[in-house]
């Protein structure tokens, strides 16, 4: 068993990490070839979506995973506190 619960889909989140890469760097692109503000803040909410589907991913293989094994109820309400956190601090920016 791996360690970690996003072992399985570690390629496809590192597909969707390299295209949330990708959209920063046509960010700075942009600005430094000075486009229009708006156009900027688009591809900045493109990039903010993608990195928020990598850590929905990152939720959902957190339950699967981490709190589905754990050994003991303590443990399984101390990942499941994690998660809480973890969702609190994605709507909390």
């Known amino acids: 068993m791996s360690k970690y619960g996003y072992a399985d889909n570690k390629e496809q989140v590192l597909v969707r990490l390299k295209r949330a890469e990708g959209q920063v760097r046509g960010v700075a692109r942009m600005v430094?070839?000075?486009?229009?503000?708006?156009?900027?803040?688009t591809q900045i909410t493109a990039a903010q979506a993608a990195l928020d589907k990598v850590a929905i991913e990152l939720l959902r293989d957190h339950a699967k995973h981490c709190i589905a094994n754990a050994k003991t109820p303590k443990e399984q309400g101390?990942?499941?506190?994690?998660?809480v956190g973890a969702v609190n601090r994605m709507l909390s920016r």
């Open 78 to 83: 101390e990942k499941a506190d994690e998660l």
């Open 32 to 41: 430094t070839e000075d486009k229009y503000c708006i156009d900027i803040m």
